[in-house]
């Protein structure tokens, strides 16, 4: 048995559930693909479309303007508009 080995394979999976239990916010750009009586209709990072709130109190969004969405700790249920991004081209 090499010991070496076994204390490496022992920090690697100590390293692995750490990242893996690691819930920090997230947030990526995407695109308004509609406005709805719900909210913004925008696209989250895997593609599917999410009705969304915008957290800028007066800001007024329109369809295909580019956003910043921010999703906290990992939960898509709480997924928000936090900031408008450059103009798209």
């Not at 947030?27 to 693909?33: H, N, V």
């Not at 709805?36 to 696209?43: D, N, R, W």
């Not at 009705?51 to 999703?71: D, H, R």
Request: charged content about 25%; glycine content about 6%; aromatic content about 6%.
């Amino acid at each position: 048995m090499n010991f070496k080995d076994e204390i490496f394979k022992s920090i690697q999976t100590m390293i692995d559930r750490s990242v893996a239990n690691c819930k920090a916010d997230h947030t990526y750009k995407s695109i308004i693909k509609k406005v709805t009586s719900k909210g913004y209709i925008v696209l989250d990072e895997s593609g599917n479309e999410r009705a969304v709130t915008c957290c800028i109190p007066g800001l007024e969004l329109k369809a295909m303007q580019s956003v910043w969405l921010k999703e906290p700790a990992g939960r898509l249920t709480e997924l928000h508009i936090c900031g408008v991004a450059g103009k798209n081209k």
